[in-house]
């Protein structure tokens, strides 16, 4: 019996050690896309570590740092204001994990996930490698759901560092700031006020109700420890929305009736006019984000209050 676990040992090993080669291949070479926008959720998960409570943490796709003016929150709010939402495609698991990780006790947390995450899975794990890195603060907020995707895709992650090996490194986004937003002036670009190769269907039938549940239940378990948690619709340009004026209302109205937060921001409200949008149907000009990020404060000004009295 003993012979025999020896060699099912030696067996597993022997198996194993080319995966193992692999991956510590894949993570010694050296990191070229530290500066890429999935890469500054390393940075942010520092801020998360460092920045004194109680804050107000923002998290969604790339819509978010795009849209979301921190400085002005905290000037308006008097609250250290972070954001946190890189890409989309890191996907709703990721993001609630790592607030599960690193949210304090009196944090108040603004849900704005892209309508991508509202209808699909929507997660590129080559993206989700690219986010985490070497940093082990990241790693240690994955998901364990990942772990296959992240498995799958190594090969993917290893052509890419090794594409990018003779570029120049950088630690961070060079459009991003201190507090995790998009700090570059940004004016309108896209010629036809969006981009028609990216039509957004808000159809209600297409909601990923996978999603609603992973967010209910995440805000059930934040209440538990003190912070709130609450939704606001991302903000998304209006051209390029494909569905009827009564679908679109239907979407709206069925995600609000399905979360158990509070909206701060409703659909109507965050659907834009092409011309407060930078390069694409969600990431606003400089003017956008100064007008979704007042929307923002408006619903927040109530949230804070109702937690005073």
Known sequence: MARYFRKLVAMALAVSLPF??????LF???DHRGGSIAATIRYKTQLLQTTAGPRILFAGGSSSPYGTICAEVERQLGRSAICVGATAYLGIPFYLSLLETYAQTG???????EHSLLTSEAIDYTLVWEAAGQEPDVWRCMPLSYLPGLFSSGVSYFKLKWSVLDEPSADYH????PLGDV????????????????PVDLS?????LTNIERINRFAEKMARRGVTVVFAFAPLDELAVISSAEETAAFGRAVTEALEIPVILDLPTALLPGAYFY???NHLTSAGAQINTQ???DGLREVLADEAE
Not at 174 to 177: A, E, H, K, R, S
Not at 183 to 198: I, K, N
Request: negative net charge.
């Open 183 to 198: 700090v570059t002036p940004r004016e309108a670009l896209l010629s036809a006020g969006y981009l028609p190769d990216d």
């Open 279 to 281: 390069d694409s149907n």
């Open 20 to 25: 193992v080669l692999f991956f510590g291949a």
């Open 295 to 297: 929307n923002l404060i």
């Open 174 to 177: 060079v459009d991003f700031g």
């Open 204 to 208: 209600p039938e297409r909601i990923y």
């Open 28 to 30: 010694a070479l050296p």
């Open 107 to 113: 944090d108040v947390i603004v849900l704005a996930p």
